[in-house]
């Protein structure tokens, strides 16, 4: 095949005749496909079956800290370890709290917004209104944290490197309201890039450029450890960076066990410089007695010396998945150069940005034969998408077949978009 541009007129209405017959047939074998979110699959929740004999009745810490009782504010100090190995920091720069990193970006967003990080009177609710960079496209979540606070959402492209931080540094040093950046700093969602040394130095630099004296760097790992090859793909440790930086209490990182075992029932974690720490600890020291401490304490036990291995094995379940979405985009879409995609080396997430104006008319097409894809826009802020092009595709939790069928059907409807947006202009 050649590319699609220089095709005739008469040899694509040929082209839209034929992917129009082919979507009908799509349509009556009434599939059910999904693609949507990055959910690890059953098979994945398997190798986590261990943790339910890790207690074995012993409910007692390293420390001798009973886990079934009251206290231990920031968690086990297993528990604190095993966040440190996820984040590359001390431990006694961690908090272990709840199943949900996000509930940690919550009360991370509401303590800077309304009682202050560093009680010392400055609060971004000063501002009017408070604002947030977003690298785009970026993690739906963290543009619903922004929205819940009422904090304006600015876009900073992304690059295959990180986000574009020349932009990214002129921004905040321009508006004081800028008030911090979202980072999910290895394989991004939904790209899948590292980001670079040279960004995360930047990145770690980023609050002594900015014009607001609270500007925070929301550093979300997320996917630290979910690589497809092993030994794993290092990242540049941030925290250590904004130690030389002094900028350590503008640090905020943020990950969890959810992808490492139950989506439902892992650990989140919090790290930042001692002053964050301890205002978060005693934040959360108002909302409970203490965390789910045997938790943490089965978490510890089953995957102390073992992470790599564990994370090897998930590896090898859903890397046959991301080899299938490549070898799908490639054979179906690749000579005719009307898309471009992401060929991530771990995470969850392929980024498929296909031409200006179809992202929408392909989820349309999509779900009409009954795929469902995440919804267009959502990788941008507010749902809006300005060029309406890209695509996140969310292949794991889904079986190896249905991924199969579910990419030679999207391919089909980005084939049949491409050519009725080409055939329109031609008219």
């Not at 943790?51 to 390293?62: M, P």
Request: hydrophobic residues 40%.
């Amino acid at each position: 095949m050649s590319a699609l541009s220089t095709w005739t007129k008469s040899e694509l209405e040929a082209l839209q005749a034929q992917l129009t017959k082919e979507l009908g047939l799509q349509k009556g074998n009434r599939l059910a496909l999904d693609l949507t979110r990055g959910k690890p699959a059953a098979d994945q929740l398997d190798l986590s079956a261990g943790l339910d004999d890790a207690i074995a009745g012993d409910y007692f810490a390293a420390d001798g800290t009973d886990a079934r009782n009251y206290g231990t504010l920031a968690g086990l100090p297993e528990a604190r370890a095993l966040g440190a190995e996820l984040m590359d920091v001390s431990a006694d720069d961690v908090i272990c709290w709840g199943n949900s990193s996000l509930t940690l970006m919550h009360t991370s967003v509401d303590l800077a917004l309304h009682g202050g990080l560093w009680e010392d009177g400055r609060r971004w609710s000063r501002a009017h209104p408070p604002k947030m960079l977003t690298p785009v496209p970026g993690y739906d979540r963290h543009f619903t944290i922004c929205e819940a606070a009422d904090i304006e959402m600015v876009n900073v492209a992304m690059t295959e490197h990180g986000p574009d931080m020349q932009q990214a540094t002129r921004l905040a040093a321009e508006d004081p309201d800028i008030k911090g950046i979202w980072c999910v700093p290895k394989f991004s969602n939904p790209t899948g890039c590292i980001y670079s040394p040279e960004c995360v130095a930047l990145m770690a630099d980023l609050p002594n450029k900015a014009a607001a004296d609270d500007f925070v760097v929301m550093w979300d790992n997320a996917y630290a450890v979910h690589d497809f090859q092993f030994p794993k793909t290092p990242l540049s440790p941030i925290l250590s960076a904004a130690r030389e930086a002094g900028t350590e209490n503008h640090v905020i990182l943020f990950a969890s066990t959810s992808k490492i075992t139950y989506a439902s029932g892992g650990l989140g974690f919090l790290a930042s410089g001692a002053n964050v720490v301890a205002r978060v600890t005693r934040r959360l020291g108002q909302l409970s007695i203490g965390p789910d401490k045997v938790n943490q304490l089965r978490h510890a036990r089953f995957l102390s010396g073992r992470l790599e291995e564990h994370m090897a094995a998930h590896a090898e379940l859903i890397k046959p998945k991301f080899q299938a979405v490549e070898e799908t985009l490639a054979s179906q879409l690749g000579e005719l150069d009307i898309a471009s995609w992401s060929t991530p080396k771990g995470g969850y997430f392929v980024s498929l940005d296909i031409r200006p104006g179809l992202a929408s008319r392909v989820g349309e097409l999509a779900a009409s034969a009954g795929l469902n894809i995440t919804r267009p826009g959502a990788t941008f802020p507010y749902g809006n998408d300005p060029e309406d092009r890209n695509l996140r595709i969310a292949p794991t939790f889904a079986a190896l077949s249905d991924v199969k069928a579910a990419m030679q059907l999207l391919t089909l409807c980005v084939k049949l978009a491409t050519v009725e947006q080409q055939l329109g202009g031609q008219a």
